[in-house]
Every structure is written in C-alpha cells, then in structure tokens.
C-alpha cells in the first residue's frame, strides 16, 4: 500500500501544472453560448452584457494561461488578448460553414437546425477555436478543446489542422483529420473519411505526414487518403471507401468499382480514375 501511495503521490505532483479538463470545457462551453445562442443557458438582453461577457471569458483565459507558463512562451494575459482580438474571424469562418453545411445538405431545413444538432457544426467550432491558440502556440489546451468535441461527435480534428472557408463534414461519425493535413476552401466530407499519415514514426513528427486537399473537393463516405506529399487536386471528387496514397489531379473523379469479372472466372475489385482518359489506380 505504502508503494501505491507513493507512486499516485508522484503523479500528482508531475501534473500539479496541468489545466483541469473540467476548467477548459467550462471555458469552451461558455464561450460556444456566447457565440451561438443554441448553446447558451441564457441568451444576453444587451450588448453591453456580450462586452462584459467577453471581458470575463478574457480575464477566465488568461488566468488559465497564467497558472499554466509551461504550455506557452507568452505572457497568460497579452496571449488572452490576442485570442480575444483575432475571435471576431473564428465567428465569421463558422457561420460560413453553417452556411456550407446548410447548402450542401438537403436534409436540413433551417440554420437553426445544423447549429442545435448537427456534429459537424459541434466539431467544427471547436476546431476552429482550438486552431486559432495553437496558432498563438499554446500546447494541450487547443488538444484537450478538440477532444471535447470528439467523444461528443466522433469527429476528430487536429488542432494544427489548416482548414480554409466554408467546411462542411456532413453526418460527420469517424472522420479523422491529421495534425499537418492542409484542407482550401469550400471542401466537403462524409463520415469515416481519414486524412491521416503514412508514418506514424516519432522521427517524422515535425514533417508534413498528412494530404494537402485543394479548393472544391468531395470526399465520400469511408476514404482513406494518407501521406504528406498526397495532393488532391481542386474540384476533384473521392468516391466511397477509396483509398489513396498518391496525388490526384485537379478536376478528378476516383472511385471504387467492385466485382470486374475476367474471361478466366476471376473476379477482382478496382480503383477507376476519371480525368481527360480512364485509367485504373
């Protein structure tokens, strides 16, 4: 027992530093009301209430970044500010991905609705926060608001992450989006898409690992697309449970076709790749 106390003793003292998972998700959950009423417990009567609010949330950062020197190089307070100055953007780029998520779904019937319920708005916003500390270079917390948002929606985004305007991530369970993937504008996903590395050696953990997907993409349900040099080209289209390890080019169309029957009996599964000539990957 005395061996036991011991060893949790330590632990406690290794992580006396650390930002208590609860105090973040109080903070991001607090912020999210602010900015999307469809989060809030209350909904503000004036603006000089949303001042105050923003004024509090600030101090609420910076005290936060204060206790916590090791996760920064900055000073808690002027990195709070900073934040606080540059969020007026994450608020515009979020609404431009409502509006994405609206158009490019015919399901949805209101913006009201994609903001209460849908995962990819959820996984979205905190990504979109998340990226924006890790641009101020502020480690863990921007990692600890991302995985909020996973184990509520499935959606797992890296905060380092570089997403352009108008994202839309429709239905949105098991996407994977790596640490140095690098999406352009107006890009769509499915659920169960991964952009990921085809490394996962630590030697290569300051490299570009995962795919550069370029402006005007559709990637569907269930493809796997994988390596830092791998470019999807701009207004090229991904078909369903494709798997990609090399670069496409712009205005393509890659999908997977099952079941070629050969005059020999045998029967085989592709990949076909569409541009100027068919030709099989």
């Not at 349900?221 to 830092?228: D, F, S």
């Amino acid at each position: 027992m005395n061996s036991l106390v011991s060893k949790i003793f330590k632990t406690h003292q290794s992580c006396s530093d650390c930002p208590s998972p609860q105090v973040i998700q109080s903070f991001f959950e607090e912020l999210l009301g602010l900015l999307f009423p469809e989060y809030a417990l209350q909904k503000v009567k004036s603006e000089e209430e949303v001042s105050a609010r923003l004024i509090l949330l600030r101090e609420q950062l910076g005290a936060i970044l204060s206790r916590n020197q090791h996760l920064h190089s900055g000073i808690g307070s002027v990195l709070a500010k900073d934040f606080f100055n540059q969020l007026e953007q994450v608020f515009d780029w979020v609404h431009q991905d409502v509006d994405a998520m609206f158009e490019g779904d015919p399901a949805a019937k209101s913006k009201t609705e994609i903001l209460r319920s849908y995962p990819g708005f959820y996984a979205i916003a905190a990504y979109r926060i998340a990226h924006l500390l890790h641009e101020l270079g502020i480690k863990l917390i921007p990692r600890m608001i991302t995985e909020i948002a996973h184990s509520r929606t499935g959606i797992d985004i890296h905060p380092g992450a570089t997403i352009g305007q108008y994202f839309c991530i429709d239905h949105g369970t098991g996407v994977v989006i790596g640490e140095t993937t690098q999406i352009g504008n107006h890009v769509k996903i499915y659920q169960g898409v991964t952009l990921g590395a085809l490394s996962v050696d630590k030697a290569d953990a300051d490299t570009k690992r995962h795919p550069t997907i370029e402006d005007g993409v559709v990637i569907y349900a269930g493809a796997t697309i994988l390596g830092g040099n791998t470019v999807i080209g701009k207004n090229s289209v991904i078909g369903g449970n494709v798997w990609l390890t090399k670069s496409v080019p712009a205005h393509s169309k890659v999908y997977y076709q099952t079941q070629i029957h050969h005059e020999d009996g045998l029967v085989t599964d592709r990949y076909v790749f569409k541009n100027d000539i068919d030709a099989t990957l």
